[in-house]
């Protein structure tokens, strides 16, 4: 196999589903098909080639992807299934793409999906040319400048508008609604629908400094602001929590969770909507406050959806860049992008964390005024507020603590 002549380019779309990975399929196989070169969609993402079946693949051409890009979705699916699970799944998924004669390999993902992409380039020692294109909803690829991985301006657009519907269905109806959002480990997906929404309060994980946070201390966060709407004379709002807390939370106060095919946590299998409202409403009743709590998951509502302009726009300039940069003659292994309407290829080697041998994780900076904005517009327990006799006062009437044991419960939100 390792004499077959590797000249065709390769597409593969792993992990979940993002807003635009039809664009870039599509405009990547133009391209490439312009450029005389044969183009294999490789269908479910490792999935039948790390099982070393090549018969699942799609002939990509122009006629069956000129006009794809507007639409949500993957005409050749994704998958999360690793090929690095075993010795033996690697093997299968080299040889497949040897028996593929692929030797361009365009892969669309998130951070995951790169360090495989990596070890691919790695293992084939300069005959695979690959480009990474940054896919994922979450934002938390270390693009430079801050630019956005592609899907996540989409997400983030449907999402807002969904809790448009929510927040004033929370006034109508009086209640609170405890909405978590998708985001692994970060919180730029639920910061910044609740920014554009106007969420009474979100909590991402880069809120708080320590390692793992107490459950008990989210809840008094909860608590908190719902009470302090109260005091405001407004006995409904929208609280969103980035899913990535689960990681953030002491594992023990959340019980055993399943690991997906890339051994991180299944956030689907863990009902965190339910724990917090459970939770959030015993603690409540005991200070004998009265609020109707309801649990909202938002996710696969994002994952799929048609993209907008800036999405559109934005894959099309990836997929002919990843073409580009793959064709060009200087091609190695690189995450591909575009900055200042320009190519910028990054070698997988430079994006790697020594620490932890993994790819870096773009956090929220809480040193910006992005950070500190969408802090000065959420309804939330500060340090002044429980330090401040008569703001105390008015607080601790909403419920049945006197002063000093209002401020001595919520003050362990500020350790």
């Known amino acids: 196999m390792a004499n077959r002549k590797m000249d065709n380019v390769g597409i593969i779309a792993a992990g979940g589903p993002a807003p635009g990975i039809n664009g870039v399929i599509s405009s990547a196989t133009i391209e490439a098909r312009n ?27 122009i006629h069956n992807t000129s006009r794809i890009h507007t639409t949500g979705g993957s005409i050749i699916g994704v998958s999360r299934q690793s090929p690095l699970a075993t010795e033996e799944t690697f093997k299968n998924t080299v040889s497949s793409i040897e028996e593929l004669g692929i030797g361009n390999l365009i ?45 996540f301006e989409t997400a983030r657009d449907v999402g807002a508008k969904i809790m448009n519907n929510i927040m004033e269905e929370a006034r109508t109806t ?12 970060t919180g730029h997906l639920a910061l910044g629908i609740g920014q554009s929404a106007g969420a009474t309060i979100t909590i991402i994980p880069e809120d708080f400094e320590e390692e793992r946070v107490p459950l008990e201390k989210v809840i008094a966060i909860l608590e908190g602001s719902i009470i302090k709407r109260m005091s405001m004379g407004r006995e409904y709002g929208v609280a969103i929590l980035a899913e990535g807390m689960l990681d953030k939370i002491d594992p023990v106060d959340l019980g055993l969770m399943d690991k997906d095919g890339m051994g991180r946590i299944r956030y689907v299998d863990v ?39 800036f999405d559109v726009d934005y894959t099309r300039k990836l997929g002919y860049c990843a073409v580009k940069y793959l064709l060009g003659g200087e091609a190695d292994g690189a ?30 900076d809480k040193n910006t005024e992005a950070y500190e904005v969408s802090q000065k517009y959420m309804i939330k327990l500060n340090r002044n507020d429980i330090e401040t006799p008569a703001t105390l006062k008015k607080l601790s009437k909403q419920t049945n603590l006197s002063s000093s044991e209002f401020r001595e419960y919520f003050s362990k939100i500020f350790r």
């Open 335 to 364: 995450l591909v992008y575009v900055r200042t309407g320009k190519i910028q290829a990054t070698p997988f080697q430079e994006l790697i964390d020594k620490k932890t041998n993994s790819i870096k994780v773009r956090y929220m």
């Open 35 to 61: 450029r005389g070169k044969k183009v294999i969609g490789i269908l479910d993402g490792f999935k039948w080639i790390s099982r070393g079946d090549t018969s699942k693949v799609l002939d990509l051409d």
């Open 271 to 309: 009902n965190f909507g339910q724990l917090l409202k459970s939770t959030l409403s015993e603690k409540l009743s005991e200070k004998g406050v009265e609020a109707e709590l309801v649990h909202k998951r938002l996710g696969y509502e994002l994952r799929s959806a048609n993209p907008i302009p």
């Open 107 to 151: 892969t669309i993902g998130g951070d995951g999906t790169m360090f495989l992409a990596k070890t691919l380039h790695e293992r084939f020692g300069g005959r695979l040319k690959i480009a990474h294109l940054p896919k994922t909803i979450d934002n938390n690829i270390a693009l430079p400048d801050y630019i956005s991985t592609f899907g």
């Open 174 to 185: 009086g209640r609170w609604f405890l909405v978590i959002t998708m985001g692994r480990r």
